[in-house]
């Protein structure tokens, strides 16, 4: 099993900054990647950034140039340095881990609990 926690999140004001961390523990081994999702009220939970076991960075359009991922793969960890946030970020942030079955037959999907972000005006 893979346990995810995440940290980091809470109230900001507009055209600031957070950063979320997420650290994996438990069966890590043949992770394919990790990453972001939000969910806003009312709306689908949406993909924010991923960064793959070759380190190759996925972002959603609306954050681009805004929101960076890295990891630390010492520490298990991984980071979303969160700038110039707008109204439009508050959300529930969840880590993703995406890592090989076994049997090396699928792909397992894990998610932390999810962290607050509020933007306000």
């Known amino acids: 099993q893979v346990q995810l926690v995440e940290s980091g999140g809470g109230l900001v004001q507009a055209g600031g900054s957070l950063r979320l961390s997420c650290t994996a523990s438990?069966?890590?081994?043949?992770?394919?990647?990790m990453g972001w999702y939000r969910q806003a009220p009312g709306k689908q939970r949406e993909l924010v950034a991923a960064?793959?076991?070759?380190?190759?960075?996925n972002y959603a359009d609306s954050v681009k140039g805004r929101f960076t991922i890295s990891r630390d793969d010492a520490k298990n960890t991984v980071y979303l340095q969160m700038n110039s946030l707008t109204l439009e970020d508050t959300a529930v942030y969840y880590c993703?881990?995406?890592?090989?079955?076994?049997?090396?037959?699928?792909?397992?999907?894990?998610w932390g609990q999810g962290t607050q972000v509020t933007v306000s005006s």
């Open positions: 438990g069966s890590i081994s043949s992770i394919l990647s």
């Open positions: 993703n881990l995406v890592k090989w079955h076994p049997t090396f037959t699928r792909t397992n999907d894990y």
């Open positions: 960064i793959t076991s070759g380190a190759n960075t």
